[in-house]
């Protein structure tokens, strides 16, 4: 099962902190959850300040649970020193199933 997550924050310089320091500590926190990370990029231009990831959990694994299970973990704690959360003012996330052809599942 993949996941789009799209992260939107309150300024550039919120989206540049986050990108760099704490949405990239969590691929060894997700890891650790068995979430394998496919890629993250962050939206250039426009008025919006976005990073999307693409993310794959295991299979047969409740995303929500995993989820729930990561933000309530010691690791994830540990990624967002730092960052005040509330710079973060919207999360949407997408249940993708990927085609039979799709280079990524």
Do not use: K
């Not at 650790?32 to 976005?50: A, D, I, K, L, Y």
């Not at 995303?63 to 710079?87: C, K, N, W, Y």
């Amino acid at each position: 099962m993949l996941q789009l997550r799209t992260y939107t924050l309150r300024s550039p310089e919120a989206l540049r902190e986050y990108a760099t320091t704490h949405w990239a500590r969590h691929l060894t926190t997700f890891a650790t959850f068995g979430v394998t990370t496919h890629g993250v990029w962050t939206e250039s231009g426009g008025q919006w300040n976005r990073l999307v990831a693409l993310i794959g959990y295991p299979p047969g694994a409740d995303p929500d649970e995993i989820t729930r299970l990561i933000m309530a973990s010691p690791e994830f704690a540990a990624d967002m020193a730092g960052f005040d959360v509330d710079d973060v003012v919207d999360v949407q996330t997408t249940l993708l199933e990927p085609t039979p052809f799709s280079p990524v599942h």
